[in-house]
C-alpha cells in the first residue's frame, strides 16, 4: 500500500511538472537557439519543433552534459497559416509556445508586402489559434517574439521602416487581443533590438556605438533565448519585455547554456 502511494505521488509531481514547449521557425537564427536551450532545461519534457523543413537535432557537442535530445520533435509544416490535424495532435497539450517566425525589417524590401504581412503577422494568429483550439494546458503562455522598433500606437509615424513597425505592434495587439478572450491563454510580446552571435566580438563591442545612433541595445542570441524560455517556464514578468528588459534579464543570470 505504501509503494503504490509513494508510486501515485510520483506519478502527480510527474504530471504536474511536465511541460511542453512549441518552438516555431525552428531552424532560424534564435529559433535553432531556442530549441538548443529548451532541451537542456529539466523543466521542459517534451520540444515540439516546427519548420518548413527538416528540424536537425543540435549537435552533441553543443549541448551541455546530460542533456535529453529525446524530448525533440521535429514537425515539417509546410505553411504556418494551415495546420493539418496530424500537426494539431501534435501541438495537443502545450504548456506554452515561442514564436520566432518573421521576415526581418532588412529582408522585408525583397519580398512583395503582402507576402510580409502573411508570414509576420497572418501566420503569427493562424500559429496562435491553432495551438488553442488543439487543446493546450492551462495556462497557456505565447511569448511572441517581435522587435524593439514595432509600432502598437497605429496613429504614430516611426522613423524606421513605418509600414513594417505598424504592421508588427498591430501583431503585437492582434495577439494580445486574442488572448484577452481565451481563458487562460497568457500572452507578451519580447521586443528585442539587434541579436547577435555570442562569439560576434565586433558587434558586441559595438554595442554602446549602436544604441547611440538607432537606440536599440544589443543582445547574444544565447542570451535572449534564455531569457524567452525563463519567461515561458516562470510567467512573464512584464508585458511587453522591451530591450532594456531583455537586456537586463540577461545579465542577472549571467552567461548561460
Not at 56 to 64: F, G, K
Not at 93 to 120: F, M, Y
Not at 217 to 245: K, N, S, Y
Request: charged letters at 25%.
Amino acid at each position: 500500500m505504501q509503494i503504490s502511494e509513494s508510486s501515485s505521488a510520483i506519478a502527480i509531481i510527474t504530471e504536474e511538472t511536465a511541460m511542453k514547449l512549441v518552438v516555431t521557425g525552428a531552424t532560424g537564427f534564435v529559433g535553432k537557439e531556442v530549441v538548443r536551450q529548451s532541451l537542456a532545461r529539466p523543466e521542459i519534457t517534451s520540444v515540439v519543433a516546427l519548420a518548413r523543413g527538416p528540424v536537425p537535432a543540435p549537435a552533441s557537442e553543443t549541448l551541455p552534459p546530460g542533456t535529453n535530445a529525446s524530448k525533440l520533435r521535429a514537425v515539417e509544416i509546410a505553411d504556418y497559416t494551415e495546420y493539418s490535424e496530424d500537426v494539431r495532435r501534435e501541438l495537443a497539450g502545450a504548456n506554452a509556445c515561442i514564436w520566432t517566425v518573421a521576415i526581418t525589417p532588412r529582408k522585408s524590401r525583397a519580398h512583395d508586402w503582402e507576402v510580409v504581412k502573411r508570414v509576420c503577422q497572418t501566420s503569427t494568429l493562424a500559429g496562435l489559434a491553432a495551438i488553442c483550439e488543439a487543446g493546450p494546458s492551462r495556462p497557456f503562455r505565447f511569448l511572441y517574439m517581435s522587435g524593439s522598433t514595432a509600432e502598437r500606437d497605429q496613429t504614430k509615424t516611426p522613423r524606421f521602416v513605418p509600414q513594417y513597425a505598424l504592421m508588427r505592434g498591430e501583431t503585437e495587439n492582434q495577439v494580445l487581443a486574442y488572448a484577452a478572450a481565451h481563458d487562460g491563454v497568457e500572452a507578451c510580446a519580447a521586443k528585442p533590438g539587434l541579436i547577435f552571435a555570442r562569439g560576434d566580438a565586433l558587434r558586441a563591442a559595438l554595442g554602446s556605438l549602436i544604441y547611440w545612433v538607432s537606440g536599440m541595445r544589443t543582445i547574444a542570441v544565447a542570451d535572449l533565448a534564455r531569457v524567452m524560455l525563463d519567461q515561458v517556464i516562470d510567467g512573464f514578468e512584464r508585458e511587453p519585455l522591451m530591450d532594456e528588459d531583455l537586456v537586463r534579464l540577461a545579465a542577472a543570470k549571467g552567461q548561460g547554456l
